[in-house]
T-cell receptor
Framework: DAKTTQPPSMDCAEGRAANLPCNHS???????VYWYRQIHSQGPQYIIH???NNETNEMASLIITEDRKSSTLILPHATLRDTAVYYC?????????????FGGGTRVLVKP | GAGVSQSPSNKVTEKGKDVELRCDPI?????LYWYRQSLGQGLEFLIY????????KSGLPSDRFSAERTGGSVSTLTIQRTQQEDSAVYLC???????????????FGDGTRLSIL
């Protein structure tokens, strides 16, 4: 299974864009990149996912490099409520069902 | 629309008692997962249901743990003779499909915080 590497923490100013990097150099061709976040005392929240093209939804944008070895989640205008742990996941391709495995994630603190 | 609903949100019980946790998945979602998350830790997969197929129980930590899904919708996770190490947040997730080649994301409930005294 492809592993991911994320910085353990980062700060972001309220109202500014937050760019969260993720390395997944061993990703294989059929594996998708997913992003989730977990706000304190809540369950993980799905944000966005992609295969090779850049994706955008109402929450965020996902930029995947051409070689697919890394990606960046962009929160365009961070708010205090975006403070959370953000997880970059590459979905297991051999397991029965899509078991999710979260690594350490990036603890994002949005400051006023 | 309604998300994944779990109950109770908190459960405190004495060691040795049985507990039952409930999950109501998003309507129409055929795949249902149970995970647990210990304090400050990542997700630990427990069990997975997909439609009418036999569940994948490979993550259940002991035979004290069991789960069922009735009518392809609501699921209950049962822990018998609870131990202190069972204390954790138990999370349920559902998705439109659990097929390996599907890219459908999982949507989580807020979990049941279980504390064993």
């Amino acid at each position: 299974d492809a592993k991911t590497t994320q910085p353990p923490s980062m700060d972001c100013a309220e109202g500014r864009a937050a760019n969260l990097p993720c390395n997944h150099s061993t990703i294989s061709g059929n594996e998708y990149v997913y992003w989730y976040r977990q706000i304190h005392s809540q369950g993980p929240q799905y944000i966005i996912h992609g295969l090779k093209n850049n994706e955008t939804n109402e929450m965020a944008s996902l930029i995947i490099t051409e070689d697919r070895k890394s990606s960046t989640l962009i929160l365009p205008h961070a708010t205090l409520r975006d403070t959370a742990v953000y997880y970059c996941i590459v979905r297991e391709r051999k397991a029965a069902g899509n078991k999710l495995t979260f690594g350490g994630g990036t603890r994002v603190l949005v400051k006023p | 629309g309604a998300g994944v609903s779990q109950s109770p949100s908190n459960k405190v019980t004495e060691k040795g008692k049985d507990v039952e946790l409930r999950c109501d998945p998003i309507s129409g979602h055929t795949a249902l997962y149970w995970y647990r998350q210990s304090l400050g830790q990542g997700l630990e997969f427990l069990i997975y249901f997909q439609g009418n197929s036999a569940p994948d129980k490979s993550g259940l930590p002991s035979d004290r743990f069991s789960a069922e899904r009735t009518g392809g919708s609501v699921s209950t996770l049962t822990i018998q003779r609870t131990q202190q190490e069972d204390s954790a947040v138990y999370l349920c997730a559902s998705s439109l499909s659990g097929q390996v080649l599907s890219n459908q994301p999982q949507h989580f409930g807020d979990g049941t915080r279980l504390s064993i005294l």
